[in-house]
T-cell receptor
Framework: GNSVTQMEGPVTLSEEAFLTINCTYT??????LFWYVQYPGEGLQLLLK?????DKGSNKGFEATYRKETTSFHLEKGSVQVSDSAVYFC?????????????FGGGTRLMVKP | DTGVSQDPRHKITKRGQNVTFRCDPI?????LYWYRQTLGQGPEFLTY????????KSRLLSDRFSAERPKGSFSTLEIQRTEQGDSAMYLC?????????????FGSGTRLTVV
């Protein structure tokens, strides 16, 4: 079956520090990959996506590259802000499945201190 | 259209009671999904609809759970005889259909607490 593994949090950084949140996946097919962000008390928001190998998704200074050889989709940001404090979820969608359901990792809480 | 709306935002109920949640998707989206998120975990798929047809249900969806989307617009999720283990955030999401490679739009969720 499909699964997603993320590094456990919380990750605590100072403002302007470099961020990496690791994500690896297991999929029997050829999935699309996503990062979602969840701010306190809110639903999930799509942060970025990649649909094929070597694609780089980017948004709001965050980036992630679809690495098929290492089955990874690590999230990076060069300089984090306090407003980036949230829980980040890596997810995959198996395109062989007509319903395109998402399989999520457990989430990584990021705390950015001023 | 302001996105996916869920009602209520919070629900506290006593064990054994029935509860019903509502989701209003983005109007032009024909797919609607329900997920459950327990504290500290990622969301888990429960069920999804293509228009009014319920096409797949997870094994997580026990017989006490039922979901409907009668006119292919809003959806309801009912939990009968609630148990403490049902306490979770119930998330609804919608998408325009086949191009869900581009991700869904999630609502803010309904947080259920069973006491």
């Amino acid at each position: 079956g499909n699964s997603v593994t993320q590094m456990e949090g919380p990750v605590t950084l100072s403002e302007e520090a470099f961020l990496t949140i690791n994500c690896t996946y297991t999929a029997t097919g050829y999935p699309s990959l996503f990062w979602y962000v969840q701010y306190p008390g809110e639903g999930l928001q799509l942060l970025l996506k990649a649909t094929k190998a070597d694609d780089k998704g980017s948004n709001k200074g965050f980036e992630a590259t679809y690495r098929k050889e290492t089955t990874s989709f690590h999230l990076e940001k060069g300089s984090v802000q306090v407003s980036d404090s949230a829980v980040y979820f890596c997810a995959l969608s198996d395109r062989r499945n007509a319903g395109n359901m998402l399989t999520f990792g457990g989430g990584t809480r990021l705390m950015v201190k001023p | 259209d302001t996105g996916v709306s869920q009602d209520p935002r919070h629900k506290i109920t006593k064990r054994g009671q029935n509860v019903t949640f509502r989701c209003d998707p983005i109007s032009e989206h024909n797919r609607l999904y329900w997920y459950r998120q327990t504290l500290g975990q990622g969301p888990e798929f429960l069920t999804y609809f293509q228009n009014e047809a319920q096409l797949e249900k997870s094994r997580l969806l026990s017989d006490r759970f039922s979901a409907e989307r009668p006119k292919g617009s809003f959806s309801t999720l009912e939990i009968q005889r609630t148990e403490q283990g049902d306490s979770a955030m119930y998330l609804c999401a919608s998408s325009p259909g086949k191009k869900t490679n581009y991700g869904y739009t999630f609502g803010s969720g309904t947080r259920l607490t069973v006491v």
